[in-house]
């Protein structure tokens, strides 16, 4: 089929095009880093499938992106001799949104146009970004082994539709360029695009190439020469020494693989050598993506070898209590063919695993445990990383016994010390506070703060000024039945079993315990004959001050609120 057809996007598109051109207007210049940004995946994709296909490079191994522009036309054009797009390719990839959970991003937009704008970001619908300042785009694209004349033309103005045909193009890759819309000529500027470039586009590996310009004496003004210049740096952004790369470089890499706007909480660069050679350069985002918690989603970390990309989303190469750090990862080591099942049985790909928790856990503490100038700014950042992923990290108690004691030092609890919601009490300032003699860490699990909070658990406690954590969230008891102690000190649920204050119980009051219930024996028994079907056991308690009477769950059994989150799962 050579003929032209026009064909109707998909209605999320459309939808999608309209809400992009208005909530990023006002950063509109980053059209230029989403287009750079895609010629570049499209270099990576290229080298990584000729690997087992050299040919595919045909004679022109040189990958490079080229930014023109036409004064008189008034157009940009980016142009990449990447990978390239068949006809098929580019009616499903600039088409469709051809990626799980758009339904799921549509539902989660807010109506306000800055948090708007940064989910669309997190989608990665960068393609689309050009009509913010395009009021047509054309795209002129060959796949890399297909003939001349199996090029492909795209064009849209970015309404409802947009048109295919087939073409000659004789060079591989793909030229896209933007009509631009009346009012953005300050684009058609060599030193506008130049400074776009270098702002959001050094750390791009590839050489960014511009026409050189020169001062002409005769019209007295610039003039572009046929000569052209690289205006990026044009190494990997990660095999350069820490000191080449300036933070901004670091945040703009961050946002290249993350597909995120906001900038990164922290980071952590290292070369590793030893049995297992490798470069990581890991991110902790300031934010939750939307789909956080989708069970398909995998890990965010690419994976290179020798700087070639090989894949996205290496799950092997982080726990997945850790999915949500974000990052590349370059090997020496391993062979450059090398799949994901291969991957699965990697001793080095375990090793690369086991150090790069070890770092993301060090990023971690570095920010829990700040001390010095920094330590306001640093703690504070721990409280955004704790409100954004507290939950997710909370699972690696179960899952990675190796670090389990890290991981329990980097909780964070609401707590009856606090007159708050918050989590930000760690077990270590709960052991510091403890009273003398106290050898349990108390808690209550609940299903909300309100919950725990008024909980009847709490009143002997309360009397006694014993701290109680306050836990509410869903993974806690899943969480507590792996984590039973903390620098020897017991994990103890106030609301569990026939509470034994220890030695928080001074004699006297024993003494009086003890008289007690010689007192109410009868009655008990009485209470225990006709609650027989009813109660496993009748007590008389001390853990009350207020309330006449509550309900405790045996020492081995599901808690009260564990047994109400299993029926409310159906179980
Ligand atoms: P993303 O980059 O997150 O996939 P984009 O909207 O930026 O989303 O791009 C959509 C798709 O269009 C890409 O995944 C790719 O398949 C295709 N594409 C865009 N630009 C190019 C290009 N320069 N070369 C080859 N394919 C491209
Ligand atoms: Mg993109």
Redesign the pocket.
């Known amino acids: 089929m050579s003929e032209k057809q026009t064909l109707g996007f998909q209605a999320e598109v459309s939808q999608l095009l309209q809400l992009m051109i208005h909530s990023l207007y006002s950063n509109k210049e980053i059209f230029l880093r ?2 750079i ?3 570049s ?2 270099a990576d994709k290229l080298r990584f499938e000729a690997i087992n296909n050299a040919g595919l490079f045909e004679s022109d191994s040189e990958l490079k992106i080229k930014v023109t522009f036409d004064k008189a036309a008034r157009t940009i054009t980016i142009a ?1 001799n ?4 068949s006809r098929d ?1 580019a009616v499903t ?2 088409g469709t949104i051809a990626k799980s959970g758009t339904k799921e991003f549509f539902s989660k937009l807010s109506g306000d146009q800055q948090k708007d704008a940064a989910m669309i970001g997190q989608f ?5 970004s050009g009509f913010i300042v395009a009021d047509k785009i054309t795209v002129e ?1 060959r796949r890399a082994g297909l003939a001349a004349n199996e090029g492909v033309r795209w064009e849209s103005a970015g309404t409802g539709d947009f048109s295919v045909e087939t073409i000659n193009k004789e060079d591989r ?2 030229a ?1 360029t933007l009509h631009l819309r009346e009012g953005e000529d300050e684009f058609l500027s060599a030193w506008k695009l130049k400074s776009v470039i270098r702002t959001y586009s050094d750390h791009i590996s590839l050489p960014i190439l511009m026409q050189k310009e020169e001062w002409d004496e005769e019209k007295k003004e610039m003039a572009l020469k046929d000569e052209l210049e690289t205006v990026n740096q044009a190494s990997a952004l990660w095999a350069r020494s820490k000191s080449d790369v300036t933070p901004e470089q670091y945040t703009e890499f961050y946002k290249h693989i993350s ?1 995120d706007y906001t900038a990164p909480l922290t980071h952590t660069h290292n070369r590793v050598e030893g049995r297992s050679e490798y470069t990581q350069l890991l991110y902790i985002p300031s934010r939750a993506p939307f789909d956080l918690w989708d069970r398909n989603k995998r890990g965010g970390i690419k994976l290179y070898v020798k700087r070639v990309f090989i894949m996205d989303d290496a799950e092997q190469l982080m726990p997945v209590y850790l999915r949500f750090v974000k990052g590349i990862i370059d090997s020496n080591d391993l062979p450059l063919n090398v799949s994901r099942e291969i991957l699965q049985e990697s001793r080095d790909i375990k090793a690369i695993r086991d150090g790069s928790t070890k770092r993301v856990l060090g990023m971690l503490e570095d920010l829990a445990n700040a001390e010095g100038d920094e330590a306001e700014s640093k703690k504070e950042k721990y409280a955004t990383f704790w409100k954004e992923f507290g939950q997710v990290l909370k699972e690696g108690i179960g899952e990675d016994h190796a670090n389990k004691d890290r991981i329990a030092a980097l909780l964070r609890f609401a707590s009856t010390h606090n007159d708050s919601d918050a989590q930000n009490v760690s077990l270590a300032d709960y052991i510091a506070r403890a009273k003398e003699g106290q050898d349990k860490i108390y808690y209550v699990t609940a299903e909300n703060y309100a919950a725990a909070k008024n909980s009847p658990h709490l009143e002997i406690f309360r009397k006694k000024g014993v701290e109680v954590l306050l836990l509410t969230d869903r993974v806690d008891e899943w969480m507590l039945s792996f984590l039973t102690e903390f620098e020897g000190k017991t994990l103890t649920s106030v609301a569990k079993g026939d509470l034994d204050l220890g030695k928080l119980e001074d004699e006297a009051e024993k003494k009086q315990h003890e008289e007690t219930e010689t007192q109410f024996k009868e009655l008990v028994e009485k209470m225990k004959t006709s609650l027989a079907d009813k109660a496993k056991d009748v007590r008389v308690t001390f853990r009350l001050t207020d309330s006449p009477a509550c309900l405790v769950a045996d020492e081995n059994e599901l808690s009260g609120n564990l047994v109400r989150m299993l029926k409310a799962a159906g179980q």
């Open positions: 989403e287009l940004s895609n010629a995946d499209a990449d990447g990978i390239g797009m390719d990839h600039l990665g619908v960068g393609f689309y694209s890759g793909t896209i597909h």
